[in-house]
């Protein structure tokens, strides 16, 4: 059964980095055709897709974060990582990441982590 | 960017009611949609996808139907459970942004 965990600081300062990590288990971060994205959730808000990688290190984002976001991947480590930079408190939320295919559905989730940006 | 619109924002029901929740898309998504549920303190469960497609695991009771700009997401005989959030979410193409409704919470009336 393919698990998804993700890890990093709970606490960032304003125009600090925001650094996470997925570590997945019980399958191959490089099985082909299996996207790893990002997704956040604002306390008491929606979701919002972040970006997604390809093991091959591919990428696609959201044009609204674009500037400030890099995800990338370490297939030796069967791990994926979202750089957010310049963060504000707008940027509070719990992180998810999450396997799909192209252009599809999330089907595995991580539990998810929150991170809040504070002074 | 293609915008997805759920209604109701929130919904009243009771234990074996039947639900029914809408998501309307701003541009024809064909039948790339799927549906989550997200209890609180939970990350989101998969329940539809390519509109009508029940994942492996999900209870009969859910059912998904649509294509173009409308879809519905229906729970028939409403559990204990299924009280929860449901989002949808639009899946086109690879070209960004991947898009969720803002969501349906559904209420022990």
């Known amino acids: 059964q393919l698990q998804l965990q993700e890890s990093g600081p709970g606490l960032v300062k304003p125009s600090e980095t925001l650094s996470l990590t997925c570590t997945v288990s019980?399958?191959?971060?490089?099985?082909?055709?299996?996207?790893w994205g990002w997704i956040r959730q604002p306390p008491g808000k929606g979701l919002d897709w972040i970006g997604s990688i390809y093991y091959t290190g591919s990428t696609y984002y959201n044009p609204a974060l674009k500037s400030r976001v890099t995800i990338s991947v370490d297939t030796s480590k069967n791990q994926v990582s979202l750089r957010l930079d310049s963060v504000t408190a707008a940027d509070t939320a719990v992180y998810y990441c999450?396997?799909?295919?192209?252009?599809?559905?999330?089907?595995?989730w991580g539990r998810g982590t929150l991170v809040t940006v504070s002074s | 960017d293609i915008q997805m619109t759920q209604s109701p924002s929130t919904l009243s029901a009771s234990v074996g009611d039947r639900v029914t929740i809408t998501c309307r898309a701003s541009?024809?998504?064909?039948?790339?949609l799927a549906w989550y549920q997200q209890r609180p303190g939970e990350a989101p469960k998969l329940l539809i996808y390519k509109a009508s497609n029940l994942q492996s695991g999900v209870p009969s009771r859910f059912s998904g139907s649509g294509s173009g700009t409308e879809f519905t997401l229906t729970i028939n005989s409403l559990q204990p459970d299924d009280f929860a959030t449901y989002y949808c979410q639009q899946y086109k193409s690879n070209s960004p942004p991947l898009t969720f409704g803002g969501g349906t919470k559904v209420e022990i009336k």
């Open positions: 999450a396997k799909h295919f192209a252009a599809a559905h999330f089907d595995y």
């Open positions: 019980g399958g191959s971060i490089s099985s082909n055709s299996y996207y």
């Open positions: 541009q024809s998504i064909s039948t790339w």
